[in-house]
Structures are given as structure tokens and as C-alpha cells.
């Protein structure tokens, strides 16, 4: 099994996480945009080769890694909701992140101001939840942890205003599975 991806990829760093929790045997290949866009058709990381399988989304990554080492991925509506909605955040992040660094002015465009907006609705809505502040965590905390870590790196949110996301941010980045993913520095 290979994974292909960037160190500083939230979405891939979920998939190292799980790897590295099941028992499977894999390679991790790290992949720049042009070796990406040239072996995914998403043309974007992570993907995964296993054999004749390939899989082109972080999503479908996780659940084919918990499938095989036998563990639960999104076992409820609510925690698949949840995980889409982080995921939700990450996109919109990871989208103003690049127009940022492209030169494009984010307050001046309603695309991107509602793109703003949706992450601090998704913030808000985390912020109200009771989060786990030791493991084991499930997809959806892991997913939140990656999101926060990468975010709060690249400067693309400031999470003082929210004292849970900041303590769950503390605490999951003291895991060894955290530590061992984090991006080099």
C-alpha cells in the first residue's frame, strides 16, 4: 500500500494518523502539486495505491484503512455530519489560503467573505461540542485536530476566542500519533 502525499497536508495527515494506528504495511511517498496532478485525476493529495486500487479522496482513504484493520470509521449520521463539516472548514480554508497567497484581496469578494464566514460558523458550532481532551479519538476529532494544527500554523484562523478548540488543539497535540505526523519545521 502507498500513500502519496505532502507533510503539511491536514488530509493527508489523517490518513498518516490512521496508518500509523492500524497494524497495515505501508509507504508513505511523498508528492509535490506537479507529481500530484500528474498521477491523481484530482490532481491533489492525498491518494492511495493498493494493488489495482486506487483512491483519489482522504475520505474514502480513511474508511478503506479502518475497513482493513478492522476499525469503526463515521459510525453515526451525526459524526459523518460532523466530519463534513470540518471538512467544510478545511476547504474553505485551504481555498482562501491559496487566493491569499496568489494576491487576491479575500474582503473584497462576497465568494470569499461568505468562504470566511463559513469557517467561523463551523468554529462556533465546534466550539459548543464537548470535546475529548485525551484519546482514543474518533475520525471527526482527528479531522478537528488536523484542521486546527494546519490553520492555526498558516495563520488562517486565531482560536482565542475559542477556549475548548484551544484546549482540544493543546491536548491532541500531545499525542504520539500528533507529534509523530506534525510537519517538519
Known amino acids: 500500500m502507498k500513500l502519496y502525499g505532502s507533510f503539511t497536508s491536514p488530509f493527508v495527515r489523517h490518513c498518516r494518523i490512521a496508518l500509523l494506528e492500524s497494524t497495515l504495511d505501508y509507504q508513505f511517498i511523498e508528492t509535490d502539486q506537479a507529481s500530484s496532478a500528474k498521477l491523481s485525476p484530482t490532481k491533489r493529495v492525498p491518494f ?7 483512491l483519489t479522496d482522504s475520505s474514502s482513504i480513511l474508511c478503506y484503512i479502518r475497513h482493513k484493520s478492522s476499525k469503526p470509521f463515521l459510525e453515526t ?3 459523518l455530519d460532523q466530519f463534513c463539516m470540518v471538512n467544510t472548514a478545511l476547504d474553505s480554508s485551504i481555498n482562501l489560503f491559496f487566493l ?12 470569499t467573505i461568505r468562504q470566511a464566514q463559513r469557517i467561523n460558523t463551523t468554529l462556533a ?8 481532551l485525551h484519546g482514543p479519538f474518533n475520525d471527526v476529532q482527528l479531522r478537528l485536530g488536523c484542521y486546527l494544527s494546519w490553520a492555526v500554523f498558516r495563520q488562517r484562523i486565531d482560536i482565542k476566542d475559542y477556549p475548548k478548540l484551544k484546549l482540544f488543539l493543546a ?6 500519533f500528533f507529534i ?3 510537519p517538519p519545521a
Not at 491536548?171 to 504520539?176: Q, S
Open 100 to 111: 491569499s497567497r496568489d494576491g487576491v484581496d479575500i474582503a473584497r469578494f462576497d465568494y
Open 171 to 176: 491536548a491532541i497535540e500531545k499525542e504520539p
Open 77 to 79: 449520521v451525526i459524526e
Open 48 to 54: 492511495l495505491q493498493d494493488e489495482e486500487l486506487s
Open 180 to 182: 509523530e505526523t506534525a
Open 125 to 132: 458550532e465546534f466550539e459548543a461540542l464537548a470535546l475529548p
